[in-house]
């Protein structure tokens, strides 16, 4: 099996640049979750998907993020504008009925 | 709000030194997972447990949930530096919802 598929691996950009980072998730899996790490602020989930419909958006920062799952094995996450303060680690990961959860092995976005 | 909180932040032992980190939260769980991130890695599935009190074993690694189901403890005996990482504990408040990290505890070995 090849795991949760994430790309870029790294992404440089400037300030203002859109930003998008794309995830596979493993075949058969039905919930899919978006993550940033920082070490400020350590993990924090931002939005997570059920069957590709999305169910908790809460930890989404602000209305420059967004993200998508036109299907079951697809997903983005947008960021127009990018802002420095936006440089983190960005991880996908997908589960069966949101039990044990599949990392991928995350963007590492940096913005200046 | 939900909130998993996990001490300590930071533990540096000496190889063969024994570490426990715990996790607690103000209301009770439905379960709780545990995860280890390796430098420079990403977060892998180590554990769930369930049951009130249920006590699970991998080899050097003893994870425990308490009987109100409202903390955990993960220790390891007799660290090695291939035990370097952060471990985070994951809750869930109920059947299907979704997990809620703690902080993580990063781990130093010094052989």
């Known amino acids: 099996d090849a795991g949760v598929i994430q790309s870029p691996r790294h992404e440089v950009t400037e300030m203002g640049q859109e930003v998008t980072l794309r995830c596979k998730p493993i075949?058969?899996?039905?919930?899919l979750f978006w993550y940033r790490q920082t070490m400020m602020r350590g993990l924090e989930l931002l939005i997570y998907?059920?069957?590709?419909?999305?169910?908790?958006d809460s930890g989404m920062p602000e209305d420059r993020f967004s993200a998508k799952m036109p299907n079951a094995s697809f997903s983005t996450l947008k960021i127009q504008p990018s802002e420095p303060r936006d440089s983190a680690v960005y991880f996908c990961?997908?589960?069966?009925?949101?039990?044990?959860?599949?990392f991928g092995p995350g963007t590492r976005l940096t913005v200046l | 709000g939900q909130q998993v909180m996990q001490i300590p932040q930071y533990q540096h032992v000496q190889e063969g030194e024994d570490f426990t980190t715990y996790c607690n939260s103000s209301t009770t769980l439905s379960n709780i997972q545990w995860y280890k991130q390796r430098p420079g890695g990403h977060p892998v599935f180590l554990i769930q447990?369930?049951?009130?009190?249920e006590v699970k074993k991998q080899k050097r690694l003893t994870f425990q949930f308490g009987e109100a189901k409202k903390n955990s403890s993960l220790h390891i005996t007799a660290t090695q530096t291939t035990d370097v990482g952060t471990y985070f504990c994951?809750?869930?408040?109920?059947?299907?919802?979704?997990?809620?990290f703690g902080q993580g505890t990063e781990l130093s070995v010094k052989p």
């Open positions: 998907f059920n069957n590709n419909v999305p169910i908790d």
């Open positions: 447990l369930v049951k009130s009190g």
């Open positions: 990961a997908s589960s069966l009925w949101a039990d044990t959860q599949y």
């Open positions: 075949s058969g899996h039905n919930s």
């Open positions: 994951a809750g869930r408040y109920n059947q299907g919802g979704k997990l809620i």
